[in-house]
């Protein structure tokens, strides 16, 4: 069994009240045109016309070599985190993801990435936990590299 986690809420707040992105910059603000802006951590696009934070985002607890970095959407307010075991809106929205396993020193797995079809990606991540080596799993866009959300053991 596994679940898809989204950003913690604790992460996700410090950024809304202004704290610094993985940069060490203030979170930008800008408005959503409703165009696929995910937020990640209520997993749901960000309407056209709300607030939005544009940041830098490192998915991982310290820099070190495969701890990638990139950018990443939130809502600007205060949203409520994606719970529970249902594919969320966000993860809908692309007909591929890549995906890629990760040890509990967070690193990578070697031979756990690939790009899947979304409809095949949890059954693929079940597959990928069979690996006693991976701790968890990252799901990134598979156009852009972005960091969407996160796979872990239900």
Same mark, same amino acid.
Request: charged share 20%; with cysteine.
């Given at each position: 069994? *596994?679940? +898809?986690?989204a950003l913690? *809420?604790?992460? &996700?707040?410090a950024? =809304?009240?202004?704290g610094p992105?993985?940069?060490? =910059?203030?979170?930008? @603000?800008?408005?959503?045109?409703g165009?696929?802006?995910?937020? @990640?951590?209520?997993?749901?696009?960000i309407?056209?016309? =709300?607030?939005?934070?544009i940041l830098?985002?490192?998915?991982f607890p310290?820099? =070190?070599?495969?701890?990638? *970095?990139g950018?990443i959407?939130?809502?600007a307010n205060?949203c409520?985190?994606?719970?529970g075991?249902a594919?969320?809106?966000?993860?809908?929205g692309?007909?591929?993801?890549?995906i890629?396993g990760y040890?509990?020193?967070?690193?990578?797995v070697y031979? *756990?990435?690939i &790009?899947i079809?979304?409809a095949?990606m949890?059954g693929? !991540?079940?597959?990928?936990f !069979?690996? &006693? @080596?991976v701790?968890? +799993?990252h799901?990134r866009?598979?156009?852009?590299n972005?960091?969407? !959300?996160r +796979?872990?053991?239900?």
């Amino acid at each position: 069994m *596994t679940k +898809i986690t989204a950003l913690p *809420t604790e992460i &996700v707040r410090a950024l =809304q009240e202004g704290g610094p992105d993985a940069h060490g =910059q203030m979170p930008e @603000r800008t408005v959503s045109d409703g165009g696929g802006n995910p937020c @990640r951590h209520c997993l749901q696009y960000i309407p056209e016309g =709300q607030e939005m934070l544009i940041l830098a985002h490192r998915p991982f607890p310290e820099a =070190q070599p495969y701890a990638e *970095t990139g950018p990443i959407f939130l809502c600007a307010n205060h949203c409520a985190r994606h719970e529970g075991e249902a594919v969320p809106e966000v993860l809908e929205g692309s007909p591929e993801y890549l995906i890629k396993g990760y040890s509990a020193d967070h690193r990578i797995v070697y031979g *756990t990435g690939i &790009v899947i079809p979304q409809a095949e990606m949890m059954g693929r !991540a079940e597959a990928i936990f !069979a690996d &006693v @080596r991976v701790d968890y +799993i990252h799901i990134r866009s598979s156009r852009n590299n972005c960091y969407q !959300a996160r +796979i872990d053991r239900g």
